[in-house]
């Protein structure tokens, strides 16, 4: 399980790309498709046209990692309906999407900022 820092960015590619490209060709991907920095600390997600397989791109600091994923015998990961540009993700969501969970169901618990004690 991969738990991605607070405050992370992360973002879903929502049109499925080639499995056969790796870290520089998906971070050309993320630069000149989708508009975005690979290199500012992002996590970026993408799907294969199986659904069954994700990549995960991100910057750590001091070079790029490639994550890659399959799920088990018919298993297949929950995505959005294909479309051009890139979803906004949650941490929980994220997490969800990664355990091969139904992602869309999840939403963060919104807690309000306690008040300065008197």
């Known amino acids: 399980m991969i738990i991605p820092a607070q405050g992370l960015r992360i973002v879903l590619a929502v049109r499925p790309v080639d499995f056969r490209c790796g870290h520089d060709a998906l971070a050309g991907l993320v630069q000149n498709t989708l508009g975005l920095d690979p290199h500012s600390g992002l996590i970026v997600v993408f799907r294969s046209k199986r659904a069954d397989r994700l ?56 807690v309000a900022t306690p008040a300065a004690a008197n």
């Open 55 to 110: 990549k995960i791109l991100l910057w750590d600091g001091t070079g790029l990692v490639l994550i890659y994923k399959r799920l088990g015998r018919a298993g297949r990961f929950e995505w959005p309906q294909i479309s051009g540009g890139v979803m906004h993700l949650t941490r929980v969501q994220f997490e969800a999407l990664f355990d091969g969970l139904n992602w869309k169901r999840v939403g963060e618990r919104i």
